[in-house]
């Protein structure tokens, strides 16, 4: 049974850091991207980072580029958000996603990103709260 599984949620300051974990069960991640999203209170689900399965190119939403890095743990078919630099316009729920990904590539995950593909399967979502 296909599963994503994110974790790592919780209350931060401004300035901290935090990780997010994805992971990832009843499929390999091979030939898949994963993508995080992220939806704040009274804002449009915007794409945050994606990686590719084929290869471990990444691309990153400018709003974060910098300050978060998407990785993944192929043994433990995860993918990670390392967040730096947290800022309270970061607060959201954050989704990860996968989509079938057989290129590799950044040329569809930018697409991804900006929600002009549907992703096959989501996870249910982790609440990271920025805030002093």
């Known amino acids: 049974q296909v599963q994503l599984v994110e974790s790592g949620g919780g209350l931060v300051q401004p300035g901290g850091s935090m990780k997010l974990s994805c992971a990832a069960s009843?499929?390999?991640?091979?030939?898949?991207?994963i993508v995080w999203f992220r939806q704040a209170p009274g804002k449009e689900r915007e794409g945050v980072a994606c990686?590719?399965?084929?290869?471990?190119?990444?691309y990153y939403a400018d709003s974060v580029k910098g300050r978060f890095t998407i990785s993944r743990d192929s043994a433990e078919n995860t993918v990670y958000l390392q967040m730096n630099s947290l800022k309270p316009e970061d607060t959201a729920v954050y989704y990860c996603?996968?989509?079938?990904?057989?290129?590799?590539?950044?040329?569809?995950?930018?697409?991804?990103?900006?929600?002009?593909?549907?992703?096959?399967?989501w996870g249910k979502g982790t609440l990271v709260t920025v805030s002093s």
């Open positions: 009843g499929f390999t991640l091979e030939n898949y991207a």
């Open positions: 990686i590719s399965g084929k290869d471990d190119t990444t």
């Open positions: 996603a996968t989509v079938l990904n057989k290129y590799g590539g950044s040329y569809y995950l930018s697409l991804y990103l900006r929600g002009y593909y549907a992703m096959d399967y």
